[in-house]
């Protein structure tokens, strides 16, 4: 165990013994830092904070802080994160709101400067926070998500697999799986091609894919009649149109 002289470790804390803390770092009474996690110089963990394997705390960073929510009446909740993340300078990180719930983090995310995820997210893997953007309270964010600089995220909003949320944007309805969202009052522009190929999306999934955008997107059909139409087709049965139409079908905030 590598720990500065500087840094202070509460009584009760439980850090592995292969983790390192830096100068003037702080880590809380019921915080668990896993093997080989990294609390750089100056950074906080605190609150019932459970952080897995080899996350990465950079300077200044705040996890684990108590939820901003109004109704936080006390309690022990808490903030769950997984392994190998990244929280860059001054990113924040609040616990959940009531007895007994967590925010969840899962593995593999990278959140850059100034990010912030509220109380009671749940994030999957392989999240993309692209620096000064937010997650309002209750967001749940599916996996290889990019959210750009920026951009924010209202409360109970979702966040589905390999969608991309453009910079600035202002998202306050579900981001469907596989799309491209962009502008101030976003749309849909394009599905996330790019991202998709770059994350091995064979030519038979791409093509289901450019078949529910332009279904849903381009054929000037509402909603209910996409989904008729999409259910109707060939392609209902394709995992890869099962996830789509599964998310369509559960929104309650609705879908761009």
């Not at 901003?68 to 022990?76: A, E, I, S």
């Not at 990019?146 to 390999?162: E, K």
């Not at 009052?185 to 991202?195: A, L, T």
Request: glycine share 12%.
């Amino acid at each position: 165990m590598s720990i500065h002289p500087t840094a202070i470790i509460e009584s009760g804390a439980q850090v592995d013994g292969s983790a390192e803390v830096g100068a003037y770092a702080f880590v809380g009474s019921e915080v668990t830092v896993g093997a080989n996690t990294v609390v750089h110089h100056h950074a906080t963990v605190e609150g019932y904070t459970l952080l897995g394997e080899e996350n990465e705390i950079f300077p200044y960073a705040c996890i684990g802080t108590k939820t901003q929510d109004l109704k936080f009446d006390g309690g022990k909740p808490g903030l769950k994160v997984g392994n190998q993340n990244t929280f860059r300078e001054f990113t924040s990180i609040h616990g959940g709101t009531k007895d007994g719930t967590f925010t969840e983090i899962g593995n593999h995310n990278v959140f850059l400067a100034y990010a912030h995820v509220a109380h009671d997210c749940i994030i999957g893997d392989y999240l993309i926070m692209s620096g000064q953007n937010a997650l309002a309270g209750h967001c749940i964010v599916g996996n290889h998500v990019i959210i750009s600089w920026g951009a924010a995220g209202h409360q109970f909003c979702r966040f589905g697999d390999y969608s991309f949320v453009g910079g600035m944007s202002k998202t306050v309805k579900d981001v469907p799986p596989y799309m491209l969202i962009d502008g101030r009052d976003p749309e849909v522009k394009f599905f996330n091609k790019v991202g998709l190929e770059r994350h091995g999306f064979t030519k038979e999934d791409l093509s289901i894919v450019k078949f529910l955008y332009k279904t849903f997107y381009r054929e000037g059909l509402n909603r209910k009649q996409a989904m008729e139409t999409a259910l109707a087709s060939d392609h209902a049965s394709h995992p890869r149109a099962k996830v789509f139409l599964d998310f369509m079908e559960s929104s309650d905030r609705g879908v761009y």
